[in-house]
T-cell receptor, first 112, second 113 residues
Framework: SQQGEEDPQALSIQEGENATMNCSYKTSINNLQWYRQNSGRGLVHLILIRSNEREKHSGRLRVTLDTSKKSSSLLITASRAADTASYFCATARSNSGYALNFGKGTSLLVTP | DAGITQSPRHKVTETGTPVTLRCHQTENHRYMYWYRQDPGHGLRLIHYSYGVKDTDKGEVSDGYSVSRSKTEDFLLTLESATSSQTSVYFC????????????FGPGTRLTVL
């Protein structure tokens, strides 16, 4: 079953603006990971946040995790056209060997 | 590059034929995973492995089997391919072990006619 659900499904912004994507999940987790996928390509790992962490940064990316609300957000600051892609959140639990449960993704379009 | 490759990258086959997809890693990572990606579903776990000859089922394992006779190779077999198995298949490894990042291979696009 789908564990994570991203919101919005699609987001269109202009270069230089910030993009925020949200992810909600249903059960307790051990970690949550964000991935980027360009059209027709593979998945690129962006960032992992553990259940005992609240915020992590990586370059222009900022991820938050609120385990009480079972939600996470991914903020991309100063977006570029090259950020155009689909973004997925994935949660890992200790059962099933920490395999990932993915949401359906947010499609981000950044226009020049 | 996480040192993970998949073969073939593209395959077209006919309903009822067996198909084997290969995932190869260049390191001796213990955990390997097979997922499929379909429009509207995101990625879903098919099978995973936690060591040589140690495998377990995932969410969508019906119609699939796996084998891992060597640490570096994780094979996914469609015993009798069906059109519903048309999908993009991704293999993943977890180099840091459990509760760490998973890195994905480039994917195999499979079409079953």
């Amino acid at each position: 079953s789908q564990q994570g659900e991203e919101d919005p499904q699609a987001l269109s912004i202009q270069e230089g603006e910030n993009a925020t994507m949200n992810c909600s999940y249903k059960t307790s987790i051990n970690n949550l990971q964000w991935y980027r996928q360009n059209s027709g390509r593979g998945l690129v790992h962006l960032i992992l946040i553990r259940s005992n962490e609240r915020e992590k940064h990586s370059g222009r990316l900022r991820v938050t995790l609120d385990t009480s609300k079972k939600s996470s957000s991914l903020l991309i600051t100063a977006s570029r056209a090259a950020d155009t892609a689909s973004y997925f959140c994935a949660t890992a639990r200790s059962n099933s060997g920490y395999a990932l449960n993915f949401g359906k993704g947010t499609s981000l379009l950044v226009t020049p | 590059d996480a040192g993970i490759t998949q073969s073939p990258r593209h395959k077209v086959t006919e309903t009822g034929t067996p198909v084997t997809l290969r995932c190869h890693q260049t390191e001796n990572h213990r955990y390997m995973y097979w997922y499929r990606q379909d429009p509207g579903h995101g990625l879903r776990l098919i099978h995973y492995s936690y060591g040589v000859k140690d495998t377990d089922k995932g969410e969508v394992s019906d119609g699939y089997s796996v084998s891992r006779s060597k640490t570096e190779d994780f094979l996914l077999t469609l015993e009798s391919a069906t059109s519903s198995q048309t999908s993009v298949y991704f293999c993943a490894i977890s180099p840091g072990g459990l509760n760490n990042e998973q890195f994905f291979g480039p994917g195999t696009r499979l079409t079953v006619l």
